[in-house]
């Protein structure tokens, strides 16, 4: 009897260092810690491979390192077993966006915005990334729409509003292009793509 009472406390405390490791990973995220929290999760999904939130945390933790392709194939191994995680596809889209990858990001952040809770948080980075993506494919229209999106989710962002500003820019829509470089440039005066490209269409418009 006391052999088997051992046994037990012995498999609680095995359990519950467990689930401190499952606590502690994204404690360590939170803290900047990410090559940690990737050593944790690891250990995490070795022992439970359908540990969809180990995947989810080992994925933004690659990211934020910079492992990007590391992130995608962990997110794409994840996605196999729950592909309905909102937080899976932002990661792969966003694995993908940093590696060039920019059709199957932008699928992942389409799908992601579509299927996304309200409740998931803010939209604005995934609408932002979509719109550097056309951006890079020369879809300035596209682009537009997608940091106009960016915009009313978040207005606060002079980044965003400078985007927005080149995009229509590029488009020929100069008088919009003046009032997303304008709104740049009141949020943080410091934007100097802003403050070009209002030079820039403002004397178009001259």
């Not at 951006?135 to 106009?148: N, S």
Request: charged content about 25%; aromatic content about 12%; some cysteine.
């Amino acid at each position: 009897m006391r052999k088997l009472f051992v046994l037990c406390a012995m498999l609680l405390v095995s359990v519950g260092t467990l689930a401190a490791q499952r606590a502690d990973a994204l404690d360590l995220y939170r803290k900047g810690r990410y090559a940690e929290s990737v050593r944790v999760c690891e250990q995490e999904i070795r022992e439970n491979p359908n540990n969809t939130e180990s995947y989810v945390v080992l994925c933004w933790s690659l990211i934020r390192l910079r492992q990007y392709a590391q992130a995608e194939q962990y997110a794409t191994d994840a996605r196999t077993r729950n592909a309905a995680d909102v937080r899976l596809m932002e990661a792969l889209a966003e694995a993908r966006y940093y590696q060039g990858k920019n059709n199957g990001a932008l699928e992942m952040f389409q799908l992601y915005v579509t299927n996304a809770p309200a409740s998931a948080g803010d939209f604005s980075w995934a609408y932002y990334y979509m719109g550097e993506i056309y951006t890079r494919q020369a879809r300035y229209e596209h682009a537009d729409i997608a940091y106009t999106m960016a915009v009313h989710v978040d207005p606060s962002r002079a980044l965003f509003w400078t985007r927005c500003g080149y995009a229509r820019e590029m488009a020929n829509s100069y008088a919009s292009a003046l009032e997303a470089y304008n709104k740049a440039i009141a949020l943080d005066s410091s934007q100097a793509d802003a403050v070009r490209g209002k030079e820039r269409v403002a004397a178009r418009l001259r």
